[in-house]
C-alpha cells in the first residue's frame, strides 16, 4: 500500500516535471524551414499548391519552403501582397509565403522579435531603424533589385534594404475653396500663414485639418521643417555634434514659431490637439477644412474615402523665405524590404525579394499604391502629381535618416519632435522648450562617443 | 519509507508546480530588473555593459519630465482617496434594503467590468471636440461657456483622465466595502441599538473597526492603480500633448520602447516598485489599529 502511495507521487511529480520541461523545451525542431513564430500573422499563406507539392513529393525533389513578410498595417500593401505573392507560389510551388502584419510602424513589435532573434524572412523596415538591426540583415548588395534601385538603405557601404516607395510632402487643398476666395499657390512660408488668415477670416472653412492628438501628424512642420529650411541634407549629422542646437537663428526656432503662429490664431481649428488623424483628414474630406498637410502617400487613402479627386490639389510646403529661392520638397523612400541574416531560407527569400521587385510585379505595385516608383525603367503612373509638380515643380530634397550618432544622441536626449512640437502648439513658451531641449541634448551630445 | 519521508514527497510534490511557477514568472524577472537597471542595455543587442548607479542618478535628479509624470500619477491617487469616503457612503446604502438595491450594486459595477480600452475609447468620443455628447449638452443645457479643449488644454487634461479612472474603478471599491459591510455580524448593530447607540454612532464603533481589513485593501489598490495607470492616458491622448498627461508607467514604456533604453526603463520600474511599498506601508500604518486589541 505505501509501496502504491510511493508509486503514485513520483508518477505525479515526473508528469508535472515532463510538462514543465517540454514546456520550457526549444521548439527549433518544429520550426523547419521557419524561423518565424505563427503568433500574430494574417494567416494568408499563400500555400497554392503547396500542400499538394508537400504531399505528393515535387518532382525536382525541392525542400519545401515556408517564408513570412512582414509588413506594418498599411491596407493597401497587405491587400496587394496577400494576393500577389500566390502568384509566387504557382512559380516555384515548393515556396509558400505568409504575408504577415506587423502591428506598428515605430519599430516596437520588431524590437522584442529581434531581441528574441525571431524576425520574419522579410521584413518592411524605415529608413532610421536600420541602425537597430543592421547586425541582423542579410547585405544585399549583389541582387540585380539592389543595383537597379534608386534608393538603397545603405548602411555601413552595405545595402541592407531595398524601398518599395518613394514619396514627397504636399499640402493638398480644395481648389474650389481656393477659387472662391480668390487664394493663389503659396510661395514661401509667410505667404503659407497669409493663405491660412484669409480662409479663418471667411469663417466658412477650418484652415488647416491638424490631428495633433496623434502627435505624429505634425511630422511635416516640426520633423522635415528644420530639415528642409537648413538646406542641408545631412542636417541630422550636423545635429548629432552640436551641443545646443535649439536656439535663436536656428531653423528649428523658425517651424517653433509657425507652429505656434497657427496654434495661437487658430489656424487649425478650434482645437487642433483634440482631434486625431482620422477626424482631422475626415474634415477635409468632407470640405470642412481647406488644407491639410501630408506626404503622397494620403492621395490613395483620399480616393478610397471620397471616391474621386474632383475637387483635390496639392503643392509642395513652400519652405522658403523668398519666392526666388529655389524651391525644395522633402522626398523620402520608405517601406525599405530587408531579409533577415538568420532566415534558413536566405537565398529563396532573395529570390523572393528578386521577383518582388521585377518590373512585371512591382509595376502593378506602384501603381497600386500612387507613390512614386524606386526601380529604374519602372515609371509611376500618377496624373495628379505630374499635373501638381507642373504648376509649381521642386526641387527634390532627400531625406537621410540613417545617421548612427544622431540616432543614439536623439534617443539618449529622448527628443521627439512630433512630442515638441505638441507641447509648443499647446501653449509651452518656445524658450523653456528650447532650453529644456538643448539641456538634455547637450549631455546626450557628451555622452554617445 | 518512512512515513515522515513519504510526507515530505507529497509535500514536495504538489509544492514543486507553483513554486517553480512563481520562481519562473515573479522572481527570475524581478531579478532581471533589477540586473537590467544597473546596464545600459538598449533592448535588442546581445551586449551590455555595467553602469552602476546612473540610471537611477539620471531618474531621480535628471528627469524633470519623469517627475512630472510621477505628479500626474500623484492626482490620480490624490482625487481617488478623496472619493473614498463617498465610495463608503454609497455602499452603506446600498446595503440596506432600499428598493431596487441590487439593479445599482451591478450597474455600479459595470465600468470595471468593461474592457480598459474600451472605455477609453468611449471617452475620447464623448470628449470630442466636434459635436461631442459632452458639448452637445452643454451646449443644450446653455453652458457653452464650459465648454474647453478636454484632451487638450494643459490645465484641465489630466482631470479629464481622472474622471475616466473614477468613472471606471469607484464601483469595485463600492462592491468591496460592501463585502466588508456584509461581513459584519447584524447583532453587533442590534445590541448597539438596544443600547441607545445611532446611525453615525454605529458606523464609527462597529462599521469601520469592522471593514478595516477592506479599507487596507482599498487603499492598497489605490496606491498601485494610481501608480501603475496606463491604459487610459496611453489610449486616450499618448501621454499628450506633449507629454502633459504622461504617467510613469507610460513614460517608461516610451523609455524603453521609443528610446531603446531598457537599462533606465528597469531603474524607473525598480523606483515604482520602491514608491509602491512606500506609499502603502505609510498608509497601512496611518490606519493602523492602535486600540489594542
Known amino acids: ?449 | 519509507m518512512s512515513y515522515k519521508i513519504q510526507q515530505r514527497w507529497v509535500i514536495f510534490s504538489f509544492l514543486f508546480v507553483p513554486v517553480s511557477l512563481l520562481l519562473l514568472f515573479l522572481v527570475y524577472p524581478t531579478l532581471q530588473l533589477f540586473h537590467y537597471s544597473f546596464t545600459n542595455w538598449d533592448g535588442y543587442s546581445s551586449s551590455k555593459s555595467y553602469i552602476g548607479l546612473d540610471n537611477y542618478k539620471q531618474v531621480l535628479f535628471e528627469m524633470p519630465d519623469a517627475w512630472k509624470s510621477i505628479g500626474n500619477n500623484g492626482l490620480y491617487f490624490v482625487i481617488h482617496t478623496l472619493f473614498i469616503p463617498l465610495e463608503l457612503m454609497v455602499a452603506v446604502l446600498l446595503n440596506r434594503s432600499i428598493r431596487g438595491s441590487s439593479l445599482f450594486r451591478f450597474t455600479i459595477l459595470m465600468p470595471y467590468v468593461v474592457n480598459g480600452v474600451a472605455v477609453a475609447y468611449m471617452f475620447s468620443y464623448i470628449y470630442y471636440p466636434i459635436n461631442g455628447p459632452l458639448n452637445s449638452l452643454l451646449t443644450s443645457v446653455g453652458l457653452e461657456s464650459w465648454i474647453h479643449g478636454w484632451l487638450s488644454d494643459l490645465k484641465l487634461v489630466n482631470f479629464s483622465l481622472v474622471a475616466v479612472s473614477l468613472w471606471r474603478y469607484c464601483g469595485v471599491h463600492v462592491i468591496l466595502f460592501l463585502a466588508g459591510l456584509q461581513s459584519i455580524p447584524q447583532d453587533l448593530y442590534e445590541a448597539a441599538a438596544i443600547d441607545g447607540a445611532g446611525f453615525w454612532r454605529k458606523q464609527l464603533y462597529i462599521t469601520l473597526p469592522g471593514i478595516r481589513r477592506v479599507v487596507e485593501i482599498i487603499l492598497f489598490m489605490n496606491v498601485t492603480g494610481a501608480l501603475l495607470q496606463f491604459d487610459i492616458p496611453f489610449v486616450m491622448t499618448g501621454g499628450g500633448p506633449g507629454v502633459s498627461s504622461s504617467t510613469f508607467g507610460l513614460f517608461s514604456l516610451f523609455t524603453a520602447f521609443k528610446f531603446n533604453n531598457f537599462g533606465l526603463a528597469s531603474a524607473m520600474a525598480v523606483v515604482l516598485l520602491c514608491l509602491i511599498i512606500v506609499f502603502s506601508s505609510i498608509q497601512n500604518w496611518i490606519i493602523k489599529d492602535r486600540s489594542g486589541n
Not at chain 1, 514627397?168 to 480644395?174: A, G, K, T
Not at chain 1, 531653423?251 to 487649425?268: P, W, Y
Not at chain 1, 494620403?298 to 523665405?321: C, I, Q, S
Open chain 1, 1 to 449: 500500500m505505501r509501496k502504491k502511495k510511493i508509486l503514485q507521487a513520483l508518477c505525479i511529480l515526473g508528469i508535472f516535471s515532463a510538462t514543465i520541461l517540454s514546456g520550457c523545451g526549444s521548439s527549433a525542431s518544429n520550426n523547419t524551414g521557419n524561423n518565424a513564430s505563427t503568433k500574430d500573422t494574417n494567416s494568408t499563406a499563400a500555400t497554392g499548391t503547396n500542400d499538394s507539392t508537400n504531399t505528393t513529393a515535387p518532382k525536382d525533389d525541392a525542400k519545401p519552403v515556408k517564408l513570412k513578410l512582414g509588413m506594418w498595417e498599411a491596407k493597401t500593401d497587405i491587400e496587394f501582397w496577400t494576393e500577389k505573392v500566390k502568384e509566387y507560389s504557382k512559380i516555384k510551388p515548393n515556396v509558400s509565403i505568409e504575408v504577415e502584419t506587423i502591428p506598428d510602424n515605430s519599430g516596437q513589435y520588431l524590437k522584442v522579435r529581434l531581441a528574441a532573434d525571431d524576425l520574419p524572412d522579410l521584413m518592411y523596415l524605415k529608413p532610421a531603424h536600420f541602425q537597430i538591426y543592421k547586425n541582423s540583415l542579410l547585405p544585399l548588395d549583389e541582387l540585380k533589385a539592389a543595383k537597379s534601385n534608386k534608393f538603397p538603405g545603405v548602411i555601413d557601404g552595405q545595402t541592407l534594404g531595398l524601398p518599395l516607395v518613394s514619396f514627397s510632402e504636399y499640402v493638398y487643398y480644395h481648389p474650389s475653396i481656393f477659387q472662391e476666395l480668390n487664394l493663389t499657390i503659396p510661395q514661401t512660408i509667410d505667404e503659407f500663414v497669409n493663405v491660412l488668415e484669409k480662409i479663418k477670416e471667411s469663417k466658412k472653412y477650418i484652415p488647416l485639418a491638424l490631428g495633433g492628438k496623434d502627435d505624429w501628424t505634425f511630422y511635416p512642420f516640426s520633423e522635415f521643417g528644420p530639415h528642409v529650411l537648413s538646406k542641408d541634407e545631412q542636417y541630422q549629422a550636423n545635429l548629432a555634434n552640436q551641443a545646443e542646437p535649439f536656439g535663436p537663428g536656428s531653423t528649428f526656432e523658425t517651424v517653433a514659431n509657425l507652429i505656434k503662429k497657427i496654434a495661437d490664431d487658430k489656424l487649425a481649428g478650434p482645437d487642433a490637439l483634440g482631434i486625431g488623424y482620422d477626424q482631422a483628414t475626415q474634415l477635409f474630406q468632407s470640405k470642412q477644412a481647406a488644407i491639410i498637410a501630408l506626404g503622397q502617400w494620403y492621395y490613395a487613402d483620399h480616393l478610397a474615402k471620397v471616391g474621386n479627386e474632383d475637387d483635390l490639389a496639392a503643392f509642395p510646403m513652400p519652405w522658403r523665405t523668398s519666392a526666388s529661392d529655389p524651391l525644395p520638397n522633402m522626398t523620402l523612400a520608405d517601406q525599405y524590404v530587408s531579409i533577415s541574416k538568420n532566415s534558413e531560407n536566405a537565398d529563396e527569400a532573395k529570390a523572393f525579394l528578386e521577383w518582388m521587385f521585377s518590373p512585371e510585379v512591382y509595376q502593378p505595385y506602384i501603381n497600386t499604391l500612387k507613390n512614386t516608383s524606386t526601380v529604374e525603367g519602372v515609371t509611376s503612373d500618377l496624373p495628379f502629381f505630374n499635373k501638381s509638380n507642373q504648376e509649381a515643380p521642386f526641387t527634390p530634397f532627400i531625406y537621410d535618416a540613417t545617421n548612427e550618432r544622431f540616432a543614439k544622441v536623439k534617443a539618449a536626449a529622448q527628443y521627439d519632435e512630433k512630442k515638441t512640437a505638441a507641447d509648443i502648439f499647446s501653449g509651452k513658451k518656445i524658450e523653456d522648450v528650447e532650453k529644456a531641449l538643448n539641456a538634455s541634448w547637450k549631455k546626450a551630445v557628451e555622452s554617445v562617443k
